[in-house]
């Protein structure tokens, strides 16, 4: 047995980690207390116009340290990208700084959480179980492909998907007549016989050879060009009757261009067997055990466009089934790739509104799934179709990463699922601060209190030496549910773990807000890996910005409360000193820009905070008049008005004193570390294979017990 790694056995690595989420998120009226008569939530919101007593107006000079190289901006395909810079001079935007700040201050209260940008998982078809890998591996693997079946429900027929007349029908393929084979049952031929079959007959221009594919997972039927001109080319295939228990889908031994030449050589054979008229489909990432072509029996009719959608095995397609099928959650770009308008059954197109779309003038080639009981008209409708074999199932019937979320953390711009009585809910606390991002139809906005400008740098040589890095921009999709969902009892990670995927609709919930870890060496700083691919796809080149680089800029606030103000500070702050601690080597840290995951974006911020009379500035010409600088006890009090709030909330009990006792705040904490960061290898992303293998990412309190316990934390 191989030795247990430092982060533990059957646990993953990664650059970042989960902030726990609360079961509601804290409401901005908790920062309101105190005020005048007069002065409530919904004053402070609207009251962006005048001066409202009990509040504080003013301004945060932040000083901003890197620690590690940033990059922050674009990096377009193909092109060299310097980090952003205004008139020449390095910069990092406002909008990222006021990102950074609403984020952290949604992780410390558990804010609310607005809809993402693709809501719908889908899955394929996982491998079977008892194949190579781990015994963890197969576990996993069996439990993933049993409710994969299970959501999939019934038999995959195949069969051709037509559009008549403003409708959806799937028509299944027709059965065998000499040779036994149930309707809905495709033929399969191997590339030998098909090449044995080239060899016998001329089948035109463009197909007198067919090589196998590439064995590197590139293949698509129709950008492999050898291939290109086979996709749904009609043939007639030769079929031979054999003993025994018919096969699931009956291999034919050669395809001939026309039905004479078949039955012909049908007759050479000796033996019996039938002559059925197919349509080629080639489908799916080929690997080097790709060895086939599918063959899909021809209705009577189909190809010729006379078809009436009433026969038997003629199935309805709600369209609602085509909308998801076409959305652009389902639209893989290898979909784009290899289903263009040529790609048709019939000459002059197919009717693709777009590339990867469903034709409305050819029949489609597809595999699908039925009702299992018919409805009182006597119909079966169809409750899943896709263009493999292994085709993408939806994983539930709604959206499955807001079930994964408590209710009480759904924002406004979630759809559905009561949308309505979440119109006019108390803001949360970002909100409050910040505005909204987005409201509903008819709904009025929340104007931001805080604006957040650029900082900028003025040193002349901003550039990390050494030219260009080129990077790998790849992470884990949230589809890692052994990353991202809430596993049991740690104790049940073992060779045979029953982890909870995005399937288990009614059970899975999300592990918390993400968040970057700092990733940075002692004796070596970041730690370039290696990027053989040429720029473009998931690669670039980026020159980032040095370590060890000064920005400045400022932040500016209107009619905040003392716990709104010092709930601005603790996000900058988080739980260094009022004045920001050592820039060079402080005990947190924030994470911004590209590359998170590579170690770059770390910085330190460092606060100065400027309160505002405005009555005695406009009572005075002079322009320091009413201005004044907080000192470190008056920022301390508004820090422990928020830390307070904050302890109420979440403890019950108002002490400014606790507030690194709340869930959120210990996460947020142990995540921003960077004195006592974890070491290197225990955040490095790991490879495809040891993804494979399912490990569960442990809690954030879990990863850096093991680290402090193993004398790491100093």
Not at 83 to 99: F, K, M, Q
Not at 241 to 255: H, Y
Not at 372 to 380: C, L, N, Q, S, V
Not at 520 to 534: C, H, I, L, Q, S
Request: proline content about 10%; glycine content about 12%.
């Amino acid at each position: 047995m191989t030795p247990e790694p430092p982060w533990g056995r059957h646990r993953a690595r990664a650059p970042y980690g989960l902030v726990r989420l609360p079961a509601a998120p804290m409401r901005a009226g908790a920062l309101h207390s105190g005020l005048p008569e007069g002065v409530d939530t919904a004053a402070l919101l609207r009251g962006h116009d005048r001066a409202l007593p009990g509040t504080h107006t003013g301004w945060i000079d932040v000083t901003l340290h890197t620690l590690s190289p940033l990059f922050v901006g674009a990096a377009p395909d193909g092109q060299e990208s310097r980090s952003l810079r205004i008139d020449g001079r390095p910069a990092v935007p406002g909008s990222t700084l006021r990102g950074l700040l609403r984020a952290t201050l949604r992780m410390l209260t558990g804010g609310e959480v607005g809809p993402v940008n693709t809501p719908r998982l889908f899955f394929r078809a996982p491998v079977r179980p008892g194949g190579s890998g781990s015994r963890r591996a197969r576990a996993v693997a069996a439990d993933r492909h049993a409710r994969y079946r299970q959501r999939l429900g019934g038999r995959v027929r195949q069969g051709f998907l037509v559009h008549r007349d403003g409708r959806w029908y799937a028509l299944e393929a027709p059965g065998g007549r000499a040779v036994p084979r149930q309707a809905g049952t495709a033929l399969r031929i191997s590339f030998d016989n098909l090449r044995a079959s080239l060899r016998r007959w001329p089948f035109g221009p463009g197909r007198a050879g067919f090589p196998d594919p590439p064995a590197d997972g590139s293949y698509g039927p129709y950008t492999f060009g050898p291939h290109r001109p086979w996709q749904y080319r009609e043939v007639f295939a030769v079929v031979l009757r054999e003993r025994g228990r018919p096969r699931l889908e009956p291999e034919a031994v050669r395809v001939a261009p026309g039905r004479r030449e078949a039955e012909e050589y049908l007759r050479e054979c000796g033996a019996a067997g039938e002559v059925v008229r197919c349509a080629v489909v080639l489908t799916g990432t080929a690997g080097p055990r790709r060895a086939r072509a599918h063959l899909f029996p021809l209705p009577d009719g189909l190809a010729e466009g006379r078809f009436d959608p009433l026969p038997r095995g003629c199935f309805p397609v709600p369209e609602e089934l085509v909308r998801l099928v076409e959305s652009a959650d389902q639209l893989t770009s290898y979909q784009v790739d290899n289903f263009p308008d040529e790609v048709s059954m019939v000459p002059g197109g197919a009717g693709r509104p777009r590339p990867g779309a469903l034709p409305r003038r050819s029949p489609e080639p597809v595999w699908f799934t039925v009702e299992a009981r018919p409805r009182g008209d006597g119909t079966r409708w169809v409750t899943s179709f896709g263009r493999a074999g292994g085709y993408r199932v939806a994983v539930g019937d709604g959206d499955p990463v807001r079930r994964a979320v408590p209710e009480e953390l759904w924002s406004p711009q979630q759809r559905g699922g009561g949308r309505s009585g979440r119109r006019g809910r108390p803001v949360d606390v970002p909100r409050a601060l910040f505005g909204d991002l987005d409201v509903l139809a008819g709904e009025a906005a929340c104007r931001g209190r805080v604006s957040v400008g650029p900082v900028l740098c003025d040193d002349p040589r901003p550039d990390l030496p050494g030219g260009p890095r080129r990077v790998r921009l790849l992470a884990p999709q949230r589809g890692c549910f052994a990353n991202y969902l809430l596993q049991p009892d740690p104790g049940r990670y073992g060779d045979s773990p029953r982890l909870v995927a995005w399937t288990h609709e009614d059970d899975a919930r999300l592990g918390g807000y993400k968040v970057f870890l700092h990733r940075y060496r002692d004796d070596g700083g970041v730690e370039w890996p290696p990027a053989a691919e040429a720029p473009g796809g998931a690669c670039r080149d980026v020159v980032p910005l040095r370590e060890g680089l000064r920005f400045t800029g400022r932040i500016t606030f209107t009619n905040l409360t003392g716990a709104e103000v010092g709930a601005l500070l603790r996000a900058l702050l988080l739980d260094n000193p009022v004045d920001g601690g050592d820039p060079r080597d402080p005990e947190h840290a924030h994470k911004i820009g590209m590359g998170k995951s590579l170690g770059l974006g770390s910085v330190h911020l460092a606060p100065r905070l400027y309160l505002v009379d405005r009555r005695a500035r406009a009572a005075a010409l002079d322009p320091g008049a009413g201005v004044v600088r907080a000192d470190p006890a008056r920022v301390r009090g508004f820090l422990a008005e928020f830390d307070a709030a904050l302890a109420a909330t979440r403890l019950g009990e108002a002490d400014p004193r606790r507030w690194r006792e709340v869930d959120q705040a210990r996460d947020m904490l142990l995540a921003s570390r960077w004195r006592r960061r974890l070491p290197w290898e225990w955040t490095e992303p790991m490879g495809v294979e040891e993804f494979a293998e399912h490990p569960v990412l442990p809690s954030l309190v879990e990863r850096f017990a093991r680290f402090d316990a193993a004398g790491g934390g100093g």
